[in-house]
């Protein structure tokens, strides 16, 4: 059971200088507050409160915010915690985490906590990277170190605890595991190194994200760019039908834009192109025709909604994210996510010198 340890409400109301659009900051201590990865949901259900994670103990834990009153509330209290690796699964009630090689469900209302997977029988490794879920929440895949053989594997895990699976495994590392939203069996990742660029490498090296059958561990490049372009940054459509990316060029990263190939694989899409702002993370509104993006300018980075079928964009405001670490002690990235129905953004800025964490309304 969490202490849900309650901690008087931090935020603050303001009117972004530049566009007027209100934004709420709510946290304001003097520690490290971030949201989740991008595209991930730190939102429960009903949209009463946001998930973040904080070193305010002084280490990485679990909170929530209250998002009419601020009141912020401990969610977890354990050593190992990852920070980034937080996502409330369908259908928006518990919050889960890793912490070591363990993963957590917390009810994010009542504070209810369960050790939902111990994954010490396949790795002796902290988990790695963010969590994602079947489309019922059932079951959650895992990115870890295997204990012998191979760089990188993926399981999958009941969230009841009942069964464990490897899935895949890869002698090069991988990032950015998802499962595809609306789909029981299919996942995708990305590759690590990044040979997008290299005209040397055959057509599956340069490829960034594989496409996975979670049943019968069978992976085929699914995002490829063509010479001179690499993309980065993939999430999937809300119901599963196509995988976006960012499309940079090489070397100036301007032109950027925004495409997607279907799920499957098929043709490039492009659906917005910017020539001056460097398009960096984004997550994707309820319907699927509008995403928020954040932009890779430190210090001076504007927070833009797009419009995807009529290829237009809106600056909402500007978090002035660190981004470098040649900029900025914390090179806090916004690394965006929106709300359920879609109200919402939340996003991590440390404009005030250490990340906070913020909301913009969107309707």
Not at 156 to 182: C, K, L, N, Y
Request: glycine share 8%; charged share 25%; hydrophobic share 35%.
């Amino acid at each position: 059971m969490s202490n849900l340890r309650k901690y008087a409400p931090e935020m603050r109301s303001f009117a972004d200088a530049r566009t007027g659009r209100r934004v709420i900051q709510l946290t304001g201590d003097n520690s490290e507050n971030r949201a989740t990865y991008a595209a991930l949901c730190p939102f429960d259900a009903s949209e009463h409160y946001v998930v973040f994670a904080s070193k305010r103990t002084g280490r990485w834990e679990i909170f929530r915010a209250e998002i009419q009153t601020g009141e912020i509330a401990q969610l977890s209290n354990r050593e190992g915690v990852q920070w980034e690796s937080h996502n409330v699964a369908p259908p928006g009630r518990e919050v889960f985490y890793a912490a070591g090689r363990e993963i957590w469900a917390v009810d994010v209302a009542t504070g209810e906590e369960r050790r939902a997977v111990d994954a010490s029988a396949i790795t002796s490794q902290p988990l790695r990277s963010y969590l994602t879920f079947d489309p019922q929440g059932r079951r959650v895949l895992i990115h870890y170190r295997p204990h012998a053989g191979g760089a990188d594997a993926l399981a999958v895990a009941a969230t009841d605890g009942s069964f464990i699976q490897p899935v895949f495994f890869r002698d090069e590392f991988m990032q950015h595991p998802r499962w595809v939203p609306h789909d029981e069996r299919t996942a995708s990742f990305a590759v690590h190194p990044d040979r997008q660029n290299d005209p040397n490498e055959t057509y599956e090296r340069r490829a960034r994200a594989w496409q996975l059958d979670l049943e019968t561990g069978r992976a085929f490049p699914l995002l490829v760019m063509p010479p001179g372009w690499r993309c980065t940054h993939e999430f999937w459509a809300p119901d599963g039908s196509r995988i976006f990316a960012h499309k940079k060029h090489v070397p100036n990263w301007v032109p950027c834009s925004i495409v997607s190939v279907p799920k499957g694989g098929g043709e490039i899409t492009t659906h917005y192109t910017d020539t001056r702002l460097k398009l960096g993370h984004s997550g994707a509104g309820p319907d699927g025709t509008w995403l928020i993006t954040d932009v890779q300018e430190p210090n001076d980075n504007p927070l833009l909604r797009i419009d995807l079928t009529a290829g237009r964009a809106e600056i909402l405001c500007w978090p002035d994210a660190g981004i470098s670490p040649d900029k900025s002690r914390y090179a806090a990235h916004c690394h965006p996510s929106v709300s359920p129905s879609g109200r919402w953004a939340v996003y991590t800025s440390d404009r005030s010198g250490i990340p906070a964490v913020y909301l913009v309304e969107l309707s």
